[in-house]
């Protein structure tokens, strides 16, 4: 099945219907349960030039995305060119912002074979291999700027979200672990029609741990780009709060993008901000316009510009099936 079209499917899912009324439902109780009039009045006086500085803050991780993924798909031997890379990781976050699941994630990986390289399991393998950098980087950087945000004592609540994130990052370097030290043992167990599809999957994962001084160095400008939007946002509207606050309040919101319930964890991301600045004592009214805010910027204007990346993609395509490009190159759409 052609994945664009499954992700028509996906997006009319009463599951994608479903997740999209849950994540409305927290929000709505969300914001009903402050003063909507002073948050109103709070976004109305927002600074558009800081507010806009977040908006490139956020952007400008994009390309250092598509850079990062270059350099994990050379590992594996396959050539692409960064540009088209940061197009198709944008076209894959907005997949998941309309599905959940993290079905961007698999909509890449088939994009990328159909463009450049011929293993849909191994460009997958590759993924997974981003995912581990990000959650271990993602980690690290939560922990030091917690550490730091508290003055080395971190409160219960955020320890036990710090312990959860701990127990899932163990459980990913354990698989890893199997993989690199037991994986061809494994491979002996799995059905034959499987078999092949494991090891393209497991060679793309672990050829992509290369080079991983830079991979690790452009991650963690990612998520520091990421903390940084955040601040940006708080600062257009006046919050009074400190830099290292900010960033860990960002950082650890970041991690609920991860929920597979909702697209991008629509609902559960505003409620943990919200709920971690009231902690730091902040307005409710400025806590509820800073997550709202926050989320224009890495949520719906990913739904605005992705949906004209991917339509304009997809016309292209058609284009091209269609005969118009005389070129018989495929490298010339995605």
């Keep these: 099945m052609d994945p664009s079209l499954d992700l028509k499917q996906k997006f009319f899912s009463l599951k994608t219907l479903f997740s999209f009324l849950l994540a409305f439902a927290i929000i709505y109780l969300l914001v009903t349960r402050m003063d909507t009039a002073e948050v109103a009045g709070v976004i109305k006086n927002t600074s558009l030039p800081v507010y806009a500085a977040g908006f490139l803050v956020y952007y400008a991780a994009f390309p250092l995305r598509g850079f990062r993924f270059r350099i994990m798909l050379e590992n594996n031997g396959c050539e692409a ?72 004592k971190i409160p219960g609540n955020m320890m036990a979200v710090l312990q959860t994130g701990f127990i899932i990052l163990a459980a990913v370097l354990a698989v890893l672990v199997l993989m690199r030290y037991r994986g061809e043992g494994l491979v002996n167990r799995l059905p034959e029609k499987a078999r092949g599809i494991y090891k393209k999957f497991r060679s793309g994962t672990m050829s992509s741990f290369r080079n991983n001084g830079k991979i690790a160095a452009l991650t963690t400008m990612v998520w520091l780009l990421e903390g940084i939007s955040f601040y940006l946002v708080t600062g257009s509207i006046g919050m009074n709060i400190s830099f290292i606050a900010v960033i ?87």
């Design 81 to 152: 060119r960064p540009g088209d890379l940061t197009r198709i990781i944008f076209i894959s976050w907005f997949a998941n912002c309309i599905a959940p699941a993290k079905l961007g994630d698999l909509f890449r990986a088939y994009l990328v074979k159909t463009r450049y390289c011929h293993s849909f399991a191994g460009t997958v393998g590759t993924i997974f291999a981003e995912r581990v950098f990000d959650l271990f980087i993602l980690y690290l950087l939560i922990g030091g700027s917690g550490l730091l945000a508290f003055r080395g």
């Design 248 to 334: 860990f309040i960002g950082l650890l919101s970041a991690l609920l993008t991860a929920l597979p319930i909702t697209p991008a964890g629509l609902g559960f991301v505003e409620t943990a901000k919200v709920g971690v600045l009231l902690f730091f004592q902040v307005d409710s009214s400025i806590a509820v316009s800073a997550a709202l805010l926050d989320r224009v910027i890495n949520y719906w204007s990913l739904l605005l510009f992705g949906f004209v990346v991917y339509m304009a993609t997809e016309h292209g395509k058609m284009q091209k099936e269609e005969g118009i490009y005389e070129s018989n190159d495929s490298n010339t759409y995605l």
